[in-house]
């Protein structure tokens, strides 16, 4: 049956003997600095190459298209990675002779927004000098001394028989960001001319954070496993506290309640006989629901809970807040969200609520647009009231006709008024002495993911941290961002992520796209967020503003059972990659029982319960739990360091997981077949007996050559550990 299966070659083994050797010394280390080593040598398959190519290298010339520089290995800059501020970093490009000048530019990197305003301003120009040649290729080195905490961007010019090149970032395009290039191998390319020719985009800059020196993130954020409630749709465990039609109002209309727990969830426009008013359906999902099943999640293996917000709201979803120090009356009462931390404490689960300190609900106290509330509002019945307690946590230019036209609103949802986050009056409720963030820090609340945090100003979340911590230096403070967050990992700002990088890459990875291409939106992370970052940033798969992980891979209501097997088996290798990864694995209620669902509202719907009518797929949750249990029982899957893959090609990824003297190899198949390859491993591991973390079966060990042959079965993965 061997014989039949595809095999893969060690890439290693088609290099040329002398830079086989040449690799060795950088690639591979003995003893304890092995794990160090390797985060600063990146990949082993080959020495980095240009993108130039062709007809492209042709119109360069020889001498341009053979400059090359990998951002990943030590060879061309060490040390390798975000870094402390003032670090001396070292850099050197080879070309063949011919290169006549070589300068390093050295630039400060400005982001505001979503990503609406990216701006590069110069900070230094560092001459290059030759260093020797080595088989015909000249060395070019330079070090710089990066200040302040920030993330820079950094590129080469070269300057050959008189015409100037860039030396820059490649062009894989990153999930949810606006600037290309995943970093590592140089891309070659004529040096733009023009009034344009040091925009954002007209140069691909590397990039390099520079975080605060003394930067800490709580010790148990890396052993976090989430279990992420959308608390509406979770579990109804208490029927007197359910929102009822003809009392409970949502801004100028009522509400619709759902007859049925496992109903779908409304959609206007979409034919379901609802109204025409989003977010206004409700299920009854509460705190005493969480606080039935708290004993099942743990049998599951989770230890925290990510809540979406709970306080007072008139929505479904209650990111629109009425009331900051109150939980909302449908999901319960400020005592229940006690009694919630306090069990959930006592079973080892740690709750991190989520709110957003960048705008309220329009139908609020605070705002009172639609007249729902006794007078004081900011906005009074569609009038500004410069009397109101909360009128300067808004602006407002009442030069314009229309009331809706008078205020800002978070992406021009006019339910969601903005907050003027300079508002002295506003900070002090925010997070002053007896502010939101304590009083909930003081109930039981492990931390904050903070909803829309890009929007918010930078100057306003350092400010913030510094009361968080302040009151709760154990605090874990966690950003809402979808694109590249390395400058919210300077050391004052955020502790992690959520991550849809990760999210958008390992799904794609589980879908059959390339490993090699998925992969690289993962080493960018790597190598651009400080590792106590990387490692408390929560590793998502389904959200409650994306598609759940089945319908990314094609799983629908009417989907043939055949369909439904191979998406639930994606699932389970998107899964295993969650765990066996650095990060806080993050499971979105019920898929682990198989529940699917598209776009919103549609991958909010309620939780399956058997005594509800609905059917959990108890097998997959078996399965998931599996893998729950792989992690918590092997350590190094938590705190190990990670390199560079050792083994990536079009199907299968290989990881090196280190701690101590623990190692573990991270093996992951998206063939539909299953895959043999032959890894050559690092002196330091050729005596070492691996097992199998999962299926534990006879010591492996590599053969006397130093290869290791492993097969992975066909969407699936292994875990080999070894001490």
């Not at 002398?18 to 985060?39: C, F, I, N």
């Not at 976090?224 to 929102?243: A, C, K």
């Amino acid at each position: 049956m061997h014989a039949s299966l595809p095999r893969r070659r060690a890439p290693l083994a088609s290099l040329p003997a002398a830079l086989l050797t040449g690799l060795a010394a950088t690639l591979y280390a003995t003893g304890p600095a092995l794990a160090a080593r390797a985060d600063e040598a990146g990949p082993p398959p080959a020495m980095p190459t240009p993108s130039a190519s062709g007809a492209c290298a042709a119109s360069l010339g020889a001498v341009a298209a053979s400059l090359r520089y990998d951002s990943r290995l030590a060879a061309f800059k060490t040390p390798f990675g975000a870094q402390p501020a003032k670090t001396w970093i070292e850099f050197q490009l080879t070309a063949l002779p011919g290169v006549e000048k070589l300068e390093l530019v050295v630039e400060r990197r400005r982001v505001e927004g979503n990503e609406d305003l990216i701006a590069y301003a110069e900070e230094a120009r560092v001459p290059l000098h030759k260093a020797g040649t080595a088989e015909g290729r000249e060395r070019w080195k330079a070090r710089h001394r990066f200040g302040a905490p920030g993330v820079y961007g950094y590129y080469f010019i070269a300057t050959i028989d008189g015409a100037r090149y860039v030396v820059q970032n490649n062009a894989d395009p990153i999930h949810w960001t606006k600037e290309k290039g995943s970093m590592g191998p140089a891309s070659i390319a004529r040096l733009p001319e023009g009034p344009d020719a040091k925009g954002p985009f007209s140069i691909r800059r590397y990039r390099q954070t520079i975080h605060a020196s003394d930067f800490a993130v709580p010790g148990f954020a890396r052993d976090l496993i989430y279990y992420y409630v959308f608390p509406e749709r979770f579990r109804n465990g208490d029927t007197s506290n359910d929102p009822k039609v003809g009392q409970a109002r949502y801004q100028d209309h009522g509400i619709e309640r759902h007859p049925r727990w496992l109903d779908r969830p409304y959609k206007p426009g979409s034919g379901d006989g609802s109204d025409a008013v989003y977010n206004n359906d409700f299920f009854g999902g509460d705190l005493a629901g969480l606080i039935d099943k708290l004993d099942d999640l743990r049998e599951l293996g989770v230890n925290a809970l990510y809540l979406t917000p709970v306080f007072q709201a008139a929505s479904n979803h209650k990111y629109d807040t009425g009331d900051y120090k109150r939980i909302d009356p449908a999901f319960g009462s400020n005592d229940d969200f006690q009694r919630l931390t306090s069990e959930a404490g006592k079973r080892g689960l740690r709750v991190i609520p989520d709110t957003s300190l960048n705008h309220v609900g329009a139908d609020s106290p605070y705002f009172n647009r639609f007249g729902n509330f006794p007078a004081g509002g900011a906005f009074d019945n569609g009038k500004a009231n410069p009397a109101s307690p909360y009128a300067s946590w808004f602006r407002f230019d009442l030069s314009r006709p229309k009331p809706d036209d008078q205020y800002a609103a978070w992406i021009g949802i006019k339910d969601l008024p903005e907050l003027d986050k300079s508002s002295r009056a506003f900070r002090d409720y925010a997070f002053g002495r007896d502010g939101v963030m304590q009083f909930w820090l003081d109930r039981g609340a492990a931390g904050w993911r903070m909803d829309v945090a890009p929007w918010v100003p930078d100057d306003f979340w350092r400010a913030w941290r510094i009361a968080v911590k302040r009151h709760q230096p154990e605090a874990l403070t966690i950003a809402e961002t979808w694109f590249d967050a390395s400058k919210f990992f300077l050391g004052d700002t955020f502790d992690a992520t959520m991550n849809y990088i990760f999210r958008n890459a390992v799904l794609d990875f589980a879908a059959g796209v390339s490993a090699e291409r998925a992969y690289q939106n993962l080493e960018l992370l790597r190598e651009s967020y400080p590792p106590q970052a990387l490692f408390a940033s929560m590793t998502l798969l389904s959200s409650h503003d994306q598609p759940r992980a089945l319908h990314h891979f094609g799983v629908r209501d009417d989907s043939p059972p055949e369909k439904v097997a191979d998406g639930k088996q994606r699932l389970l290798l998107a899964m295993f990659f969650q765990m066996s990864y650095p990060g806080a694995p993050t499971i979105y209620y019920g898929d682990e029982v198989g529940l699917g669902g598209g776009e919103d509202p549609y991958n909010r719907a309620p939780y399956p319960w058997a005594d509800e009518g609905g059917q959990p797929d108890l097998a997959l949750r078996a399965q998931v739990k599996r893998l729950v249990g792989l992690r918590q029982s092997q350590p190094v899957l938590r705190h190990g360091s990670l390199s560079a893959p050792l083994w990536l090609d079009e199907h299968v990824i290989v990881l090196l997981r280190q701690d101590g003297r623990r190692s573990a190899i991270v093996a992951m198949n998206n063939a539909t077949e299953p895959m043999r390859v032959t890894l050559a491993l690092p002196p330091a591991l050729r005596a070492t007996p691996f097992i199998d973390a999962l299926t534990p079966g006879a010591p492996m060990k590599a053969a006397g050559n130093g290869q290791l042959l492993i097969e992975i079965g066909p969407l699936s993965g292994r875990v080999l550990v070894g001490d």
